[in-house]
């Protein structure tokens, strides 16, 4: 039982190149994120899949897409990468049983420098 | 705007005291909170959930919820040296999660 996996771990982009980093899950959860994580800025949402089917814009959208492939796959695209973009992105899932519906757990993330 | 805020610290205490997080939240209809442990270099990892007033225990781990006062606390007893991480509070309204920035602890052995 995998949890939450992310590919690639590490990557350096050029501006203006392109990438998705891709995010999957073993538990069987509804629910799937993307956030981006910068020094004194948090975790901010980027766009989350609530079902399989459905994607959502977050609080940073701009720039990015999601694709939720199956129940199990999520993935996120940047048409034209950008310096501001350059961030630690996780993706997380959620949807266990009872009580623990709303418990998001998180893959190992994507270290992402664009030059 | 959802808002989720705590200290950022950092917060040191010496091994075997109580480190006490707190965390205040913006929107009253928050449904859920939950604290997240997060090592350097590392991913969120949830180490509490709550989900009504009163306290909930797991371990050295307690969490307290207000939701009158819109408050949220961590308390960790008998703080270790691996205790030492940022440690992150978040609430949940429908299918959006708002996070803290975070509160540095470190434990001094």
């Known amino acids: 039982n995998a949890g939450v996996t992310q590919t690639p771990k590490f990557q350096v982009l050029k501006t203006g190149q392109s990438m998705t980093l891709q995010c999957a899950q073993d538990m069987n959860h509804n629910s799937m994120y993307w956030y981006r994580q910068d020094p004194g800025m948090g975790l901010r949402l980027i766009y989350y899949s609530a079902s399989e089917g459905t994607t959502d814009k977050g609080e940073v959208p701009n720039g990015y897409n999601v694709s939720r492939l199956n129940k199990r796959e999520f993935s996120l695209r940047l048409e034209s990468a950008a310096p501001s973009q350059t961030s630690v992105y996780f993706c997380?899932?959620?949807?266990?049983?009872?009580?623990?519906?709303?418990?998001?757990?998180f893959g190992p993330g994507t270290r992402l420098t664009v030059l | 705007q959802k808002e989720v805020e705590q200290n950022s610290g950092p917060l040191s205490v010496p091994e075997g005291a109580i480190a006490s997080l707190n965390c205040t939240y913006s929107d009253r209809g928050s449904q859920s909170f939950f604290w997240y442990r997060q090592y350097s270099g590392k991913s969120p990892e949830l180490i509490m959930s709550?989900?009504?007033?009163g306290d909930k225990e797991d371990g050295r781990f307690t969490a307290q919820l207000n939701k009158a006062s819109q408050y949220v606390s961590l308390l960790i007893r008998d703080s270790q040296p691996s205790d030492s991480a940022t440690y992150l509070c978040a609430g949940n309204t429908g299918n959006q999660f708002y996070f803290g920035t975070g509160t540095s602890l470190t434990v001094i052995p």
């Open positions: 709550i989900y009504s007033n």
């Open positions: 997380a899932s959620r949807g266990g049983a009872g009580l623990s519906y709303n418990e998001q757990f």
